[in-house]
């Protein structure tokens, strides 16, 4: 069955660091633009990045750029997110997606139809 598993999560003190990883289960993600999505209480989804398939090309939402990196490893069939200089503002549950159809990146979405996975929490707080 085709899904995805994050984790990675925690809580980590401002201005520290996390590393998220998603591993795809059934599918290569090499193949197709993968999201990486967040969502704090009461707040609506937020696109966090996207890294595209062949290409490798790599979009961050405005508040990330500097202190987030996405990456890909092929033989891991996985995707990471290096979360730096972390700050409160960035607590959310994160999730990585795919829609399985595209390959490149047309953007950082707000939302995708298609495989999500369960989420991992991030907490920032001292």
């Known amino acids: 069955q085709v899904h995805l598993v994050e984790s990675g999560g925690g809580l980590v003190q401002p201005g520290g660091s996390l590393r998220l990883s998603c591993t795809a289960v059934?599918?290569?993600?090499?193949?197709?633009?993968i999201h990486w999505f967040r969502q704090a209480p009461g707040k609506e989804r937020e696109g966090v990045s996207c890294?595209?398939?062949?290409?490798?090309?790599?979009y961050y939402t405005d508040s990330v750029k500097g202190r987030f990196t996405t990456s890909r490893d092929n033989v891991e069939n996985t995707i990471y997110l290096q979360m730096n200089s972390l700050i409160p503002d960035d607590t959310a549950v994160y999730y990585c997606?795919?829609?399985?159809?595209?390959?490149?990146?047309?953007?950082?979405?707000?939302?995708?139809?298609?495989?999500w996975g369960q989420g991992t929490q991030v907490t920032v707080s001292s």
């Open positions: 997606a795919t829609d399985l159809y595209r390959s490149n990146c047309v953007g950082v979405l707000k939302d995708v139809s298609g495989s």
């Open positions: 059934g599918f290569t993600l090499e193949y197709y633009a």
């Open positions: 890294i595209s398939g062949p290409s490798g090309s790599i």
